[in-house]
């Protein structure tokens, strides 16, 4: 069981560049999103999406842009990066948008811009 | 959209039962509560989730009164292994709607 996926693990950039941070899930999930979470801080919500095709911003979403052409995968762009974007992400998943349901989050990724 | 008070920190000893209250004074009628469990260098991991009365588990349980305004974590008879940040969330569907706040942050010793 793979659950959710995300790669790279770490990653240092410099001013300006751009990357990808990618999620994938294996568990046909509709729901995924993009969390951010500074030193000491709780998760803050960068963008979401209900369904392949769909997607919406979070309490974060400056400087990041998502798409969902899959139900499985659920990339993370930062088109100029900023050491403001310094930080843990991490992406999760979920069956629905249901009162009871649960979120299943992936290992993290650690960047650091210059 | 229920916002929640949790302590900062707790402390405790492995094998002692440990209680984290969270309290939700505006909780709406249909938001449910869930705690979630995170390790450092690791995402949120969920524990448990109730909406009234008591809710066990094989790794904790959950009690809220009946006015549900609060809620209270119990593990039991906790090991250097559950040394971790602890998340009390409220929302009633939606993830959109969740706030992570700071958590409390649990340190069990020897």
């Known amino acids: 069981n793979a659950g959710v996926t995300q790669t790279p693990k770490f990653q240092v950039l410099k001013t300006g560049q751009s990357m990808t941070l990618q999620c994938a899930q294996d568990m046909n999930h509709e729901y995924m999103s993009w969390y951010r979470q500074d030193p000491g801080m709780g998760l803050r919500l960068i963008h979401y999406s209900v369904g392949a095709g769909i997607t919406d911003q979070g309490e974060v979403p400056n400087g990041y842009n998502v798409s969902r052409s899959t139900t499985e995968d659920f990339p993370l762009r930062l088109l100029s990066a900023a050491p403001s974007q310094t930080s843990v992400y991490f992406c999760?998943?979920?069956?629905?948008?249901?009162?009871?349901?649960?979120?299943?989050f992936g290992s993290g990724t650690q960047l650091s811009v210059l | 959209l229920a916002k929640t008070t949790q302590p900062i920190s707790m402390d405790s000893y492995e094998g002692q039962e440990v209680n984290i209250t969270c309290s939700h004074n505006n909780i709406a009628t249909n938001d449910y509560i869930t705690w979630y469990q995170q390790f450092p260098s690791q995402g949120p991991r969920f524990i448990i989730q109730g909406y009234k009365t008591k809710v066990t588990n094989e790794v904790a349980s959950l009690f809220i009164p009946a006015d549900r305004k609060s809620s209270t974590l119990s593990l039991p008879r906790v090991s250097l292994s559950d040394t971790a940040v602890y998340y009390c969330?409220?929302?009633?569907?939606?993830?959109?709607?969740?706030?992570f706040g700071t958590g409390t942050r649990l340190l069990v010793s020897p």
């Open positions: 969330l409220v929302a009633a569907g939606g993830f959109q709607k969740l706030v």
């Open positions: 999760a998943s979920s069956p629905g948008t249901g009162q009871n349901e649960k979120l299943f």
